[in-house]
């Protein structure tokens, strides 16, 4: 099986707030912001899990529609 990387993440910590990016090659680079780091890692994750279920769900309609049209061939 072979490793991908699916998102590089920083987190840095700013005078008054925590700021984290997460970059990948699908949805490119996104920053959040938060006063407290629970909240910001919260959010990152939230973020994250959403992009792999569509990811997922995209993944599912494909091979749905390629196993069509193999039934038609």
Do not use: N, P
Request: aromatic letters at 8%.
């Amino acid at each position: 099986m072979e490793e991908e990387t699916l998102y590089d993440i920083e987190i840095h910590r700013g005078e008054d707030s925590y700021i984290g990016k997460i970059f990948s090659d699908a949805d490119g680079v996104k920053e959040f912001q938060s006063e407290h780091l629970d909240q910001l890692l919260r959010d990152i994750t939230i973020d994250m899990q959403l992009a792999l279920d569509e990811f997922g769900s995209r993944q599912a309609d494909l091979s749905e529609v390629l196993q069509e049209q193999q039934q038609s061939w």
